[in-house]
């Protein structure tokens, strides 16, 4: 089906340079114009036939076909959209981080070792959090809480494991340090990092009513800026973190309380997504700076907790972008540790644990997202007239002024005249607007307009392919013609930070790979809210505002992903227009590259949805029962038609909240 679009004509918001591949491009992946060689990082592969093929350990030999998993998916009545976590990816991924500092450890033979903490509220699923206390628990991480509930789950987690270590961050009053001491009772591994000197009061004031000896952190507020989106988390703007002078003055109460040799760690954070390692390095050295010079005054610090920032690819272009990153987690690792290394040699200071908070590079790739494309709008040529003499309304009346200019524009459009063409055609449609308006022309004549209009509009983007380089006016074309793929989800609920910060995930089909994609198009949800879309994608120069894609086919379903979507995304999602929680299946896959569900957690049914908005599911049906009986009684429907309307309402009470093929 096609569409009008009204919107005003103007350069494209970001670029979109690349041209689609013709219709004798190799297959992907030469051609691979999604990327996913780059960002998939050996995860994410597309098979000889043309699908996604996942590889939780990067093995060939154990991958499992994306499509097929959806298949087996539906087979057992789990319909799209759905969640899928990977738990052998992850384990990977976890056992990576862990390998890159082992390794930059014994090559630069630091003598401190490593302990990996994640961050709770960047994922805080409860199948996730037990998969990472699971597989962290074997590499010797710790965990992470920024809040009461964070804590009080995290306790429960971890009851059989008293060694792990627990990082306390974020604000805490009076009964979120009582709990953290109340832990250390037990004898767990807790500290709880002081954020402000109150704070300090506070654990001092817990500790010895309870009767333990804390363990104690800092956080100091770094000078050196972070970069990117979160540049803000240090500096001297940042919401959290001692300044110098305050870092000072905790030392010399901790000494008043004879309790100096209870500091045992030193926190800092400069951001989430670091893309530029010169200023990871920066930051490492100026807290490895404080370090030292805490030591020497007798603080008897273990631990140096550089907090998160390990940025993730998204994007696949190993750039200083905020999409993606400069350096590999290898150079990440080596980079911490020979910083740290080195200024504690020159101060002659004992080598500290190293500590990280890279929750987002833990548990992003792990994430997958699948959903169905439900239908599309498209731009398609109109059969125009032959000559201006058709262009007579059905009245007899004449067409006015800008109609013909607008025809005549199109007469002349050729490649030699294409520039021109298209500025007269661009003014020819603004009049004509303007005209239709101030109600001097029929709406008959305004169709014409844009009939003729969009059709000069796709033919002048096929001439520009032929020029080189394109004008910058005709560059927007590419983005002014994209379709509109409507997409079986939530963006507000599965996707928040497209929405909400401009983020940008890999997004691309999961079949139909050795077909080259002939579409541009942008993605749009179910939601009745203009800013339910997808608009922005990956390029490896950027971002494009559009997205190759397929023909869809009738009676086929067309099935999209977006990628390294575990961070962050499952617990900032909203209930916009009522659209809950997917489903999330949990997959594991054998050393034979045989697959299978290992847990499935249900998507929300329509009835919980509205309780969480205090509705009561059983009074609806009740009101409606009512209404269906009046119904009867006055004759406007008969008892089996109140019957069949009640079950069918009954019915969506109890469905999925999505849209759901029969």
Same mark, same amino acid.
């Given at each position: ?8 004509? &103007? ?206 952190? %800092? ?104 999409? &993606? ?111 239709? &308006? %101030? ?34 006016? %005709? ?188």
């Amino acid at each position: 089906m096609s569409q009008t679009h009204e919107e005003s004509i &103007s350069s494209p918001r970001e670029r979109s340079r690349d041209v689609l591949p013709s219709e004798n491009t190799p297959a992907s992946p030469a051609g691979d114009p999604y990327a996913i060689e780059s960002w998939g990082d050996g995860f994410f592969v597309v098979g000889d036939q043309g699908t996604i093929k996942v590889r939780p350990d990067r093995k060939p030999a154990r991958e499992v076909d994306l499509q097929e998993l959806v298949a087996g998916l539906r087979e057992r009545g789990y319909a799209t959209p759905i969640l899928l976590h990977f738990r052998d990816l992850l384990e990977t991924t976890l056992g990576d981080i862990r390998s890159a500092f082992e390794g930059a450890i014994a090559d630069h033979d630091y003598q401190g070792s490593y302990v990996g903490v994640y961050p709770v509220k960047v994922n805080q699923q409860r199948s996730v959090v037990e998969d990472v206390a699971r597989i962290g628990g074997e590499l010797g991480f710790g965990l992470e809480v920024g809040s009461k509930p964070e804590l009080l789950a995290v306790l429960a987690l971890t009851a059989d494991q008293p060694e792990r270590l627990i990082v306390c961050n974020g604000f805490k009053e009076d009964r979120y340090v009582e709990f953290a001491m109340l832990a250390a009772k037990l004898g767990r591994f807790i500290v709880p990092v002081v954020e402000n000197l109150d704070e300090l009061d506070l654990v001092l004031e817990h500790a010895d009513r309870i009767g333990v000896h804390p363990e104690i952190g %800092l956080r100091v507020n770094l000078d050196t800026q972070g970069v990117g989106r979160w540049a803000g988390s240090s500096g001297i703007r940042a919401k959290f973190g001692l300044t110098f002078s305050e870092t000072l003055r905790a030392v010399e109460k901790l000494a008043e309380k004879g309790a100096l040799d209870r500091l045992r760690l030193l926190h800092c954070h400069m951001g989430s997504q670091m893309h530029d390692i010169r200023q990871i390095t920066r930051g490492v050295g100026e807290l490895a700076r404080i370090y030292t010079e805490l030591v020497k005054l007798g603080v008897g610090i273990r631990y140096l907790d550089v907090g998160g920032g390990l940025g993730i690819d998204y994007d696949g272009s190993q750039a200083n972008f905020q999409f &993606s990153r400069n350096y590999s987690l290898e150079e990440y690792a080596g980079s911490v540790v020979h910083r740290i290394q080195s200024i504690c040699d020159e101060a002659g200071v004992v080598h500290p644990t190293i500590v990280t908070e890279s929750g987002r590079a833990m548990v992003a790739q792990q994430s997958v997202l699948v959903f169905d494309v439900l239908g599309a709008n498209t731009f398609e040529p109109h059969s125009l007239p032959s000559s201006s003499s058709e262009l007579v309304g059905p009245d007899g009346a004449e067409p006015p002024r800008p109609l013909v200019d607008l025809f005549d524009a199109w007469t002349r459009l050729e490649s030699e005249t294409l520039l021109e063409c298209w500025h007269d055609a661009e003014n020819a449609r603004a009049e004509a607007i303007e005209t239709f &308006s %101030l109600g001097y022309m029929s709406l008959h004549h305004r169709a014409e307009v844009e009939r003729i209009f969009w059709t000069l509009a796709l033919k002048a983007q096929e001439l520009a392919k032929q020029i080189d380089p394109v004008p910058e006016e %005709l560059c927007a074309l590419d983005e002014l013609l994209t379709d509109i793929y409507f997409c079986n989800l939530s963006v507000f609920q599965s996707l928040p930070d497209c929405w909400a910060i401009d983020q940008i995930f890999p997004i691309m089909p999961i079949h139909r790979l050795l077909e080259p994609p002939t579409r541009r198009a942008t993605l749009a949800d179910l939601t009745c809210d203009s800013d339910g879309k997808v608009d922005r994608f990956i390029d490896r120069e950027g971002v494009r505002g559009w997205l190759p894609l397929h023909e869809l086919r009738d009676g086929e379903p067309y099935t999209l992903a977006a990628f390294l979507v575990g961070a962050y995304q499952e617990t900032l999602g909203d209930l916009h227009n009522l659209f809950g929680d997917t489903h999330v299946a949990h997959v594991r896959t054998g050393d034979d590259g045989r697959w299978w569900i290992d847990e499935i957690v249900e998507g929300d049914s329509v009835s919980e949805v509205l309780g969480y908005m205090q509705y009561d599911p059983s009074s609806l049906s009740k009101t409606i029962r009512s209404e269906c009986e009046k119904s009867v009684r006055d004759g406007r429907m008969t008892v089996v038609e109140s019957r069949n309307l009640l079950a069918a309402y009954e019915s969506g009470l109890s469905g999925y909240t999505y849209l759901e093929r029969d």
